[in-house]
Structures are given as structure tokens and as C-alpha cells.
């Protein structure tokens, strides 16, 4: 992914990657790019279809894992199955970057019944 390559040396502040099909692959990839930036301040990856039955496994300890070491980035935004939402607030506390979890049934075009997912 060309993104990931370039966002550490690239001088953007604030990108939003809202609805852009980048999946957890994807937006972890992003996600730990971001965190090695100098001057990006917030990353917003909501409504990514990030559904996974083991979301707080296979995405939120690696983001919180990669955010503990970020330069720059102060507010990451990111979409979480409702269900899992407790949770994966638990493992986002005492870290440099403020975590702010969107539950992916808020959006519509985020919910599984759109996407060919299920919870």
C-alpha cells in the first residue's frame, strides 16, 4: 500500500479515511504508518467495516500496542462491533493518543447487513 509508505515522511496533519473499504489489514498497516509520522495530528478510519467476532484480538491491542510509541498523533478515530465496545475501551486507556471508538451500528453503511457481514 502506497500510503503506508509515504505517510511517515509526508507533512499532512489530519487524514480522514472514512468509508474507504482499507479493512483490518489495511487499517492496522495505516494505523502503525501514522504513528511513526512527525507531524500528523489525527487519523480518522471510521466505517471501514471493521467487524471481526475477536475485533479487540485481531485490532485493538495491535493499535494500542503501535499507538503507545506514536510521535505526533493525538486522536485516532475508529469504528468497533457495539458488542465488543467495553472492551476494547479498556485496552485504548493511558495512551498518548486519544482513542475515540465509533460503534459500527451509528452507521448505517457500516452495519454487517450492508456489508455481507455478521456479528
Not at 509508505?5 to 504508518?33: K, N
Not at 494500542?64 to 465496545?85: G, I, M, N, W
Request: charged share 20%; with cysteine.
Amino acid at each position: 500500500m502506497l500510503l503506508e509508505e509515504i505517510l511517515p515522511h509526508c507533512q499532512l496533519r489530519d487524514l480522514s479515511l472514512y468509508r474507504s473499504g482499507i479493512g483490518l489489514d489495511g487499517l492496522r498497516r495505516v494505523a502503525e504508518a501514522a504513528c511513526k509520522s512527525g507531524t500528523l495530528r489525527a487519523l480518522d478510519v471510521t466505517a471501514n467495516g471493521q467487524h471481526c467476532e475477536r475485533w479487540v484480538e485481531a485490532l485493538g491491542k495491535p493499535l494500542a500496542f503501535a499507538l503507545a510509541s506514536a510521535k505526533s498523533l493525538k486522536v485516532l478515530t475508529l469504528s468497533c462491533p457495539e458488542q465488543q465496545l467495553q472492551a476494547a475501551t479498556g485496552i485504548f486507556q493511558d495512551l498518548p493518543v486519544r482513542v475515540i471508538l465509533v460503534p459500527n451500528e451509528q452507521n448505517n453503511y457500516n452495519r454487517p447487513m450492508f456489508l455481507g457481514h455478521s456479528d
